[in-house]
Antibody, heavy 122, light 107 residues
Framework: EVQLVQSGADVKKPGESLKISCKGS????????IAWVRQMPGKGLEWMGI????????RYSPSFQGQVTISADRSANTAYLQWSSLKASDTAMYYC???????????????WGQGTQVTVSS | SYELTQPPSVSVSPGQTARITCSAD??????AYWYQQKPGQAPVLVIY???ERPSGIPERFSGSSSGTTVTLTISEVQAEDEADYYC??????????FGTGTKVTVL
């Protein structure tokens, strides 16, 4: 059974750093890219970026470039999303999701993590 | 990058048909995918490749495409279909975008 299991909720203060994780199981982790998606309270889904766990090639949305870092450890079947200096506006639910394939028509997200709630408050 | 525009809300009575549009503001049009998200849950894929339905998704969910607009249709709407719905697309440079989202309310 394919599963993406994310790390638990976290509460941080502005300026602190944070790294959340997404562990894949039940499939070949290096065969599918992993994306990160933000959902701010009461708002829609925003694609943040995507990583190829096989070679760590990463693409970022222009909105998130330079604001976060996406990485992966293929030996641990885990992808990460990290911040070096959190802001209150980073308060949101963050989902990881597996991309089904690279060809046109298959570029959708077929499995999702349960989400990680990040709260940034002084 | 480009944007995908959806109506903020659609209201429908049980047993009626709900139609949700998703319009792209740029060409060429790529395939569209649709997700259902219920409160407190992760999104679930309900349509891929504009019109295809994944296994396990009820037949009352269907998709169509015309020009740069795609439509998700929910026939014979049930109370359990009340949720937020998002379209999504991708381009050839491996970047992705979600639509603005539509809240479907079953009256």
């Amino acid at each position: 059974e394919v599963q993406l299991v994310q790390s638990g909720a976290d509460v941080k203060k502005p300026g602190e750093s944070l790294k959340i994780s997404c562990k894949g199981s039940g499939y070949s982790f290096t065969s599918h890219r992993i994306a990160w998606v933000r959902q701010m309270p009461g708002k829609g889904l925003e694609w943040m970026g995507i990583i190829n766990p096989g070679d760590s090639d990463t693409r970022y949305s222009p909105s998130f470039q330079g604001q976060v870092t996406i990485s992966a450890d293929r030996s641990a079947n885990t992808a990460y999303l990290q911040w070096s200096s959190l802001k209150a506006s980073d308060t949101a639910m963050y989902y990881c999701a597996r991309r089904r394939g690279w060809r046109s028509g298959w570029q959708y997200f077929d499995y999702w993590g349960q989400g990680t709630q990040v709260t940034v408050s002084s | 990058s480009y944007e995908l525009t959806q109506p903020p809300s659609v209201s429908v009575s049980p047993g009626q048909t709900a139609r949700i549009t998703c319009s792209a503001d740029a060409l060429p049009k790529q395939y569209a995918y649709w997700y259902q998200q219920k409160p407190g849950q992760a999104p679930v894929l309900v349509i891929y490749k504009d019109i295809e339905r994944p296994s396990g998704i009820p037949e009352r969910f269907s998709g169509s495409s015309s020009g740069t607009t795609v439509t998700l249709t929910i026939s014979e709407v049930q109370a359990e279909d009340e949720a937020d719905y998002y379209c999504q697309s991708a381009d050839s440079s491996d970047t992705y975008v979600f639509g603005t989202g539509t809240k479907v309310t079953v009256l």
